[in-house]
């Protein structure tokens, strides 16, 4: 994800999207089964709700505006996280529950000492994103860029914890190892995020507490041993592409939908194979991407069982691949100078797909 722009900046954008035409889609609210809570979280050097330039420059929308108010006010209960913007997904995933719970953040005992760290972080005490979070008041957590390794992390911590932690502090374990809570969670979304790594990162960095290092190909995929699929939960990915075949097999950008901060990035991703560090070979199915993550990878986990998405079988506790949006990496966060107006429409067909379930 881009750098924060400056403020100023961000308020003549804010004005301009005032003038960007208003989206009035269908919400199809007879058919709903459920309306759990929405909560959306940023990727790498993103922001949220807790950041006070959130409400002049929203994360989520851009230029289209705050797509969490649009989406409530039609009748949709969103919220948007804020985690930390280049920590590793276990982090992120710890500010996450801290945020969810209004408690501290507890990074664990034995994942704290192993990478030199504080054990513990913000206090959220009194300023929890949600009330209401449990078996019946369950949520729906929809993660964009390395916003997905983040939610699949904390949904499989939900679920089965961490023995490691446990075992390292059994007095004070924090209640987010110990499991039992996939029921605390109806849906996974992934958007746009790096599942099995991206070749835009064709070197491993020495920092192991970092999303840097979890988004490397080899990191990625022993990450993903790690990821319990919970078959109490519903399980989507969307994946984008903004690039092309050329003549020679290598991909090219598509300069009318892509922004021009990833053009470079996705030219070298679209003729980049080779082998990584750990020998896993990036071949010509990596090359199609939206300018940071190959479409191949955010498609699904490589150690999960996925399926392509089919209306009349949506299954839980498997990877349910959504088609492929045409777009580049920012497109389904709402575009930049790339403005996608249809994002709000997009959104509410479907969080109504999922509501219907």
């Known amino acids: 994800m881009a750098k924060i722009i400056s403020i100023p900046l961000a308020i003549i954008m804010l004005l301009f999207s005032w003038i960007i035409p208003g989206e009035k889609p269908e919400v199809n609210k007879?058919?709903?089964?459920?309306?759990?809570?929405?909560?959306w979280v940023h990727g790498l050097m993103g922001w949220g709700s807790y950041d006070f330039y959130y409400d002049i420059f929203p994360y989520?929308?851009?230029?289209?505006?705050?797509?969490?108010?649009?989406?409530?006010?039609?009748g949709y209960d969103c919220y948007a996280a804020s985690v930390a913007g280049t920590a590793s997904a276990w982090d992120?995933?710890?500010?996450?529950?801290?945020?969810l719970t209004g408690t501290v953040v507890d990074y664990g005992a034995a994942h704290s000492a192993r990478c030199?760290?504080?054990?513990?972080?913000?206090?959220?005490?009194?300023?929890?994103?949600?009330?209401?979070?449990?078996?019946?008041?369950?949520?729906?957590?929809?993660?964009?860029?390395?916003?997905?390794?983040t939610v699949r992390l904390f949904a499989s911590l939900m679920a089965v914890g961490s023995e490691e932690e446990m075992n390292a502090s059994p007095n004070d374990v924090s209640p987010f190892f110990t499991g039992g809570k996939a029921d605390w969670i109806y849906s996974v979304t992934s958007l746009a995020a790096p599942h099995n790594g991206t070749s835009a990162y064709d070197s491993m960095t020495t920092d192991i507490d970092s999303a840097a290092y979890d988004m490397y190909i080899d990191n990625a995929l022993e990450l993903?041993?790690?990821?319990?699929?919970?078959?109490?939960?519903?399980?989507?990915?969307?994946?984008?592409?903004?690039?092309?075949?050329?003549a020679d097999g290598t991909y090219a950008v598509d300069?009318?939908?892509?922004?021009k901060m990833f053009q470079s990035s996705a030219n070298e991703i679209g003729r980049y194979t080779g082998l990584t560090e750990g020998g896993f070979e990036i071949d010509e199915t990596w090359l199609e991407n939206d300018g940071l993550v190959n479409t191949v990878s955010a498609l699904a986990p490589s150690s999960a069982p996925s399926k392509e998405y089919?209306?009349?079988?949506?299954?839980?506790?498997?990877?349910?691949?959504?088609?492929?949006?045409?777009g580049d990496?920012?497109?389904l966060q709402g575009g930049f100078s790339k403005v996608n107006s249809d994002i709000f429409s997009y959104y509410v067909n479907y969080l109504d797909m999922i509501n219907g379930l």
């Open 30 to 39: 007879d058919e709903w089964q459920t309306n759990y809570k929405y909560v």
């Open 60 to 74: 989520w929308g851009v230029l289209n505006g705050d797509l969490m108010k649009k989406l409530n006010k039609v």
């Open 92 to 99: 992120r995933a710890c500010e996450l529950y801290a945020q």
């Open 116 to 149: 030199g760290h504080d054990r513990y972080g913000k206090d959220f005490t009194g300023k929890a994103l949600i009330d209401e979070w449990d078996s019946t008041n369950k949520i729906n957590i929809l993660g964009h860029s390395f916003g997905g390794a």
């Open 224 to 246: 993903n041993k790690t990821i319990v699929t919970s078959e109490d939960t519903y399980y989507f990915s969307i994946a984008c592409s903004a690039t092309d075949k050329q």
């Open 255 to 259: 300069g009318a939908i892509m922004e």
């Open 310 to 326: 089919d209306a009349s079988s949506v299954e839980k506790g498997v990877w349910n691949i959504m088609p492929v949006y045409r």
């Open 329 to 331: 990496h920012m497109s």
